[in-house]
């Protein structure tokens, strides 16, 4: 963690060096030259390192704070008193520091009375809202099935704005902004939907604008895997790690990078779009109008189009569970699909692997149901695809087969913009 000092009267010394936040923005600013920051943004960007270093490390005292920071008590007090006066952090009661004596540590973690967070997912059927607290905890949540897709676009805006409404009634304070991951693409710039291609209704929809307008908080949206990596990178295995991928699995394919320390969204948030990556040239049709997508042979349609051809029993249930059990079961030819499964969605993971190396993946949706047997069928292929380098173990882990990973992504969005603004 590096604080910059901001004891000094003289403005200039208070640049920070580095620019803070997820990345997106700053590339232009960060290429050959850094940005220099105001006093006033050094003292966000401190708060910022602060709250990220006890979401990496859990509860720290002050003098532990210091110690990794490089910096005197008396800088990191300056620091956390106005969170603590501003109820977001709260310091327990002293734990002795250790036989020999010393100062008892006070750890300081979230208050449980801070302000919480709302995430809201919007998938093309449904829409999902909870209420969590800054470290994680769902307080309250909602999930309604949404109208037709392809039908006007407003029942389905009231709908999504009842299921928020609802959920923020229920919250014991007002909470510090509302984050949407969507099942779809997103203009991130514009806090609009650029396509959702379950339900076309919602295609350009400025959804941030109106949420924001009907409950006066702040709205930021993400594409859903760059949500499920936010929860993953704040709440999961990806805490405290500089490198990481997510993929999720089910009716769509996507995945997303938390790239040297960022969330890579690539501009206006185009990047991301892993499942319309090519792996077979003049393949198959893809939903996107284009031939050979990772999309087309890594989805569950493909695997209930190829168990109806492998005759497997119920051939448009099969998910990633029934598979596996079918596969222990010896059904014919439930193993077979379940080692091309596991090739398909790992070729998608191998190109990955190989364009930027984030050596851990973290997989979400229906291949998490096929537990430990498929997840090593998947890792195994992957690493027959991708040749051996020094350094270069690849580690694979299960994440979430349910929308809690993502609810809680969304709402983890907020703490990324939090992060970047004076509190
Ligand atoms: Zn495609």
Redesign the pocket.
């Known amino acids: 963690m590096n604080i910059t000092d901001d004891d000094s009267p003289n403005g200039a010394r208070n640049a920070a060096f580095t620019p803070p936040g997820d990345g997106a923005g700053t590339e232009r600013a960060g290429r050959g030259r850094k940005a220099l920051l105001s006093s006033s943004m050094v003292g966000s960007t401190n708060r910022g390192r602060v709250l990220q270093a006890l979401f990496d490390l859990g509860p720290t005292s002050r003098a532990e704070l210091a110690r990794l920071a490089g910096v005197n008590r008396t800088t990191i007090s300056g620091i956390v008193q106005p969170l603590i006066d501003d109820q977001v952090l709260v310091e327990s009661d002293p734990v002795p520091a250790n036989p020999g004596g010393g100062k008892p540590a006070r750890p300081l973690w979230f208050s449980p009375h801070a302000r919480p967070i709302c995430g809201v997912l919007l998938m093309p059927d449904a829409v999902h809202a909870c209420v969590a607290t800054l470290d994680g905890k769902i307080e309250s949540e909602r999930k309604i099935a949404l109208p037709d897709g392809r039908g006007p676009v407003q029942p389905i805006i009231e709908t999504i704005a009842q299921c928020v409404g609802d959920t923020l009634a229920k919250a014991r304070r007002t909470p510090f902004g509302i984050g949407v991951g969507v099942g779809g693409m997103v203009d991130t710039d514009r806090g609009s939907i650029v396509t959702v291609n379950l339900a076309p209704s919602l295609d350009r929809y400025p959804l941030a604008d109106d949420l924001g307008r009907r409950f006066g908080l702040p709205v930021k949206l993400d594409h859903h895997p760059r949500a499920l990596l936010v929860g993953d990178r704040w709440f999961g295995a990806g805490r405290g790690v500089r490198q990481f991928a997510v993929v999720y699995t089910g009716e769509v394919l996507g995945g997303a990078l938390y790239f040297d320390g960022h969330l890579y969204r690539g501009t206006a948030g185009a990047g991301g779009e892993l499942?319309?990556t090519f792996v077979q040239l003049d393949g198959e049709l893809?939903?996107?109008g284009?031939r050979g997508?990772w999309?087309?042979i890594a989805t569950l349609s493909w695997l209930r189009r190829e168990a109806a051809r492998a005759a497997l029993p119920e051939a448009d249930l099969v998910d990633s569970a029934r598979l596996v059990d079918m596969a222990a079961r010896r059904l014919p030819g439930a193993a077979e699909l379940l080692d091309r499964y596991a090739r398909n969605v790992a070729v998608g993971i191998a190109n990955l692997q190989q364009t930027v190396a984030p050596n851990i993946f973290i997989l979400h949706g229906d291949v998490v149901l096929g537990g430990d047997r498929l997840l090593t069928a998947i890792a195994d292929h992957v690493r027959a695809m991708v040749p051996s380098r020094p350094g270069g173990a690849i580690e694979f882990i299960a994440g979430d087969a349910g929308d809690r990973a993502a609810l809680l992504g969304a709402a983890g969005l907020v703490i990324s913009e939090l992060l970047q603004l004076p509190i």
């Open positions: 499942g319309h893809c939903r996107c284009r997508c999309d087309t």
